[in-house]
């Protein structure tokens, strides 16, 4: 299903060689960045059977890193595409080259834009290099939509199987001075922490987080989605300072209504 969301539009200019695409997903852009990106994420959703199924992909997501994804098309052959990273910046731009043998292993560039609207995330593509291969422009400006198309069902449904509430988390240290006593040992702890939690951001679950100045002492603000007070749980108790057994402990509250 697609309620609430736009369907996906996509314009080849055949003219230009470059394809112009749009659609409107209820889920944050960090979901959506994940759906794109993530080695587990990708033959969940991208092919359909009567057409093809990706059933692979790897990718080193950073500048200069290589992606591949493989899959069968539905006459049972194997197909792959493949290419570069050229701009990672989560959750909101991600570029890449795209070459693939249906194209004629021509290198061309896809862009990523992602943007938080009221509804979630408008994401919008471009792919462009293909030049005068106009019939090729034409078809991959339908299969875009495709693609785009499944995206957004496969965000949907996740979302609406999985109502999730909005945490408050908060990480207690080990002395009321930790922020301005920090050890060399401590302060690498910290950055550890820091890390962690940006790791969790631009999977969507983490939705900010950062010191407090509080004047009986500083402590950490972390505020979560999460399907449930479980999830959160596991989260915060994967936190390199609750695992170094220093004494930090989170306290966790769901908030009542979150206004975002």
Not at 5 to 30: C, F, K, M
Not at 119 to 138: D, K, M, P, S, Y
Not at 208 to 224: C, H, K, S, T, Y
Request: charged share 25%.
């Amino acid at each position: 299903m697609m309620a609430n969301n736009d369907r996906p539009r996509a314009i080849a200019d055949v003219s230009a060689g470059t394809i112009l695409a749009t659609v409107t997903i209820a889920v944050p852009p960090e979901r959506v960045f994940r759906a794109l990106t993530a080695d587990d994420q990708i033959p969940l959703w991208w092919g359909a059977d009567e057409l093809y199924r990706t059933t692979k992909h790897t990718a080193d997501l950073r500048p200069g890193g290589a992606w591949r994804s493989e899959g069968k098309g539905a006459d049972g052959q194997d197909f792959h595409v493949q290419g570069e990273y050229l701009k990672v910046e989560p959750p909101h731009l991600l570029v890449l080259t795209w070459k693939a043998p249906w194209d004629g292993d021509n290198v061309t560039t896809v862009t990523y834009m992602l943007e938080a609207v009221g509804a979630g995330t408008r994401l919008t593509l471009r792919h462009e290099g293909f030049g005068v291969r106009q019939g090729a422009c034409r078809d991959h400006g339908s299969g875009w939509e495709r693609v785009l198309g499944w995206l957004t069902t496969f965000l949907t449904d996740e979302a609406g199987s999985k109502p999730q509430g909005v945490f408050h988390c908060r990480l207690i240290p080990p002395r009321p001075d930790f922020a301005f006593t920090l050890t060399d040992a401590e302060k690498t702890l910290m950055k550890q922490h820091s890390d962690y939690l940006r790791g969790k951001w631009g999977e969507g679950g983490v939705i900010l987080f950062g010191p407090v100045a509080d004047p009986a002492g500083p402590w950490g603000l972390g505020i979560v989605r999460a399907v449930d007070e479980a999830a959160v749980r596991a989260l915060t108790e994967a936190d390199p300072t609750v695992r170094s057994g220093l004494g930090f402990r989170y306290e966790i509250l769901p908030m009542m209504t979150a206004v975002m």
